[in-house]
């Protein structure tokens, strides 16, 4: 708009002015925020604030230490407790064309004090010239396929071991998201071998099997 006063428009003088009075504000809000910043009783609010955050933290760092802890126990517990009656096989195979005889090693588990032991069928589908199971305590006992499950994939050995420690059975499916521990006995007769996991399904295979992240293989259970 032209002002015959100014001789000029007169609007973007307004506005101009507008600009540099919000500006001006804005400066002020800062200049009073540094202000208060660089206060005595600002400074000692951020101290005090560091000061919880860090005794936060450190809280958050034990109560995780000691939960880590406990599940540490809860799974060597679970461990001890059925390591007696997890066993380590050993598969021997008849020679071959040049003279070999191949050996394989897996893991079973008793499932009778008479000495009946489960294990993966995986290493029992060629031709066995004999089969030994070792204990805990490192007692061999010869062993002999008694019968094959071709839809578990698992085989029913009998060995003439006594009085073998049984496992204590759960008494109900496990929920998805519980733990779930893979025991073993592969590396050493002596030492069992371990993989910590949940329950992933329950009701795999036509509701035969439980499957679990917890690391399984055919031959190696537990890592």
């Not at 050993?90 to 009778?112: N, Y």
């Not at 294990?119 to 060629?126: A, D, R, T, V, Y």
Request: aromatic share 6%; with cysteine.
């Amino acid at each position: 708009m032209y002002d015959p006063y100014f001789g000029h428009d007169s609007s973007i003088h307004y506005r101009a002015g507008v600009q540099n009075s919000g500006l001006l504000n804005a400066v002020g809000v800062l200049r009073h925020v540094a202000k208060r910043l660089h206060s005595p009783q600002t400074r000692k609010r951020s101290v005090l604030i560091r000061r919880s955050l860090i005794i936060c933290l450190a809280t958050a760092a034990q109560l995780t230490n000691c939960i880590a802890a406990e599940i540490g126990d809860a799974v060597r517990s679970a461990i001890a407790q059925v390591s007696p009656s997890v066993v380590r096989i050993q598969i021997v195979g008849a020679p071959d064309r040049t003279g070999k005889i191949a050996s394989q090693v897996t893991t079973g588990i008793v499932v009778s004090n008479d000495g009946e032991v489960v294990s993966s069928s995986f290493g029992f589908g060629g031709e066995i010239a004999a089969v030994f199971v070792t204990t805990d305590h490192g007692g061999r006992h010869a062993a002999e396929v008694v019968a094959t499950d071709h839809v578990r994939k698992v085989v029913l050995l009998k060995t003439s071991a006594e009085k073998m420690p049984l496992p204590r059975w759960a008494e109900k499916v496990p929920a998805v998201g519980a733990w779930a521990i893979a025991a073993g006995r592969f590396y050493s007769a002596s030492t069992p071998s371990a993989a910590l996991g949940v329950v992933s399904a329950v009701d795999r295979v036509h509701g035969l099997a439980i499957q679990t992240d917890a690391k399984v293989s055919p031959v190696n259970y537990g890592g």
